[in-house]
């Protein structure tokens, strides 16, 4: 399957402007039979309730121009959006083709000021196989491997749209290879990692305070991981593309967990910074929604 990702430009603004700027990447693809965009691809990452104006309603228009992209370029794509459902926002992934909607799947645990959060599916059946999705940072979260070890998967998307510090590119990547050959290796299968590249935005609280401080941004770094690939050669500077091969596979090893994170991280961050920031950030979105 010849795949392709995108990591777009998060500085670009507006949900037609960046349909243009998208379908113009796809258009440039050599032959793609599935196109990866990151979390959020629509209308670019921000974690500050000033994306609300972007919701998409229920999905409708979302899936009517990836439909449409889709049948016009002879591809399937996946594409992050924002969704608003019974005035509730939720952070979405929608995976189509020419044929229409293959699924759609909603992060978990979405930035608690922006996105309602809840114990949402993670896997989207498609015509080459089921595929499990888990958005940023419920990439990490043992919640998604509860939801995919007992399935047969032919591939696992993680689209993001993680700010990291840029002086520390070695420590990213770092833990970007070892998240994702974790479930590679686990599975079998190929493991598509997409990020976008830009500033990041205003987030609230202690931790987008800290983030602030230290010039957080995304720095892309998006990669495919497999253990059967042939490196795609393209012109488009925004894409990463490899023919891999899919065969469905299930669970052969265990992953470990830390608690719930699939990495070990800050026990000291993640007490008096994440869990505070995280109840305050839910406060003020029962509020304002």
């Not at 393209?234 to 719930?260: C, H, M, Q, W």
Request: aromatic share 10%; with cysteine; hydrophobic share 35%.
């Amino acid at each position: 399957m010849r795949v392709f990702l995108l990591e777009l430009n998060n500085d670009l603004k507006g949900i037609e402007h960046r349909k243009k700027y998208i379908e113009k990447l796809i258009k440039e693809l050599p032959k793609p039979d599935l196109v990866v965009l990151p979390e959020l691809a629509l209308c670019s990452y921000m974690a500050d309730q000033e994306i609300w104006k972007y919701a998409d309603n229920c999905g409708t228009d979302t899936a009517g121009w990836v439909v449409r992209t889709a049948k016009k370029y002879n591809t399937f794509i996946g594409v992050g959006y924002l969704d608003k459902e019974n005035g509730d926002y939720y952070n979405r992934y929608m995976i189509a083709g020419a044929e229409g909607v293959c699924g759609v799947v909603s992060k978990s645990e979405g930035e608690s000021a922006v996105f309602k959060r809840g114990n949402f599916d993670s896997v989207i059946s498609t015509p080459f196989g089921n595929v499990g999705v888990a958005i940023c940072f419920d990439s990490r979260r043992r919640h998604f491997y509860e939801n995919v070890k007992n399935e047969e998967l032919t591939l696992i998307l993680f689209p993001h749209g993680a700010p990291a510090d840029p002086k520390k590119p070695d420590k990213e990547r770092k833990e970007n290879d070892t998240r994702c050959m974790l479930y590679a290796d686990a599975f079998d299968v190929p493991v598509v990692y997409a990020n976008s590249t830009g500033k990041l935005e205003h987030m609230p609280g202690i931790m987008g305070l800290m983030m602030e401080k230290h010039g957080f941004r995304m720095n892309g770094m998006s990669k495919i991981y497999s253990h059967e690939t042939r490196e795609l050669k393209t012109s488009v500077p925004e894409a990463v593309g490899a023919d891999i091969t899919l065969r469905p596979g299930r669970l052969k090893n265990e992953i470990r967990f830390y608690g719930d994170d699939i990495l070990p991280g800050n026990r000291i961050f993640k007490l008096f910074i994440l869990k505070p920031d995280t109840k305050a950030g839910i406060r003020s979105y029962e509020k304002n929604r």
